[in-house]
């Protein structure tokens, strides 16, 4: 069984009624099962949500360690999170690839979403097609999984 962790930051839990002009109105659920329907046989979308930096940090971690592929939205932490970006440094040092995600696109958005502290070592970035990022992360990861 190959897995593939699809970990979500703070404030994605409230995804269905936060903002819908900005991020649509289906809620994670709705994504995690649209993940785990496209997803061939033999393969796992373990998908998680946080709004708590250290639970997040410790996901990745795990990651690492498992050597677990990753989707990421790291939601706000994107713009600031070091703590986020060094545990995540530790997949592209392991060889464990990982896709940051993002529903709406940031650099179409306010200054201070521009800046991503995650994307310097992501192995790529998806960003702007809603829900529709997150099925082409996974994609990308079955592809590099070959
Ligand atoms: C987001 C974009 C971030 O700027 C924002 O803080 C989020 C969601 C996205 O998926 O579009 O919470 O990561």
Do not use: C
């Amino acid at each position: 069984m190959t897995t593939i962790l699809v970990l979500n930051g703070p404030n994605l839990g409230r995804l269905g009624t936060r903002e819908p002009e900005v991020y649509g109105s289906e809620s994670l659920a709705d994504i995690e099962a649209q993940l785990a329907a496209s997803v061939p046989e033999g393969v796992e979308i373990d998908l998680r949500q946080t709004d708590d930096e250290a639970e997040l940090v410790g996901w990745i971690h795990e990651a690492v360690d498992r050597r677990v592929p990753v989707v990421l939205n790291p939601a706000a932490f994107t713009h600031y999170s070091y703590a986020l970006r060094d545990a995540a440094a530790q997949l592209k040092q392991a060889g464990v690839p990982l896709i940051e995600v993002h529903l709406s696109n940031p650099h179409a958005r306010e200054t201070f979403r521009h800046t991503s502290v995650i994307s310097g070592i992501a192995t790529g970035v998806i960003a702007g097609f809603g829900s529709g990022s997150y099925r082409l992360a996974v994609d990308a990861v079955l592809r590099s999984l070959g």
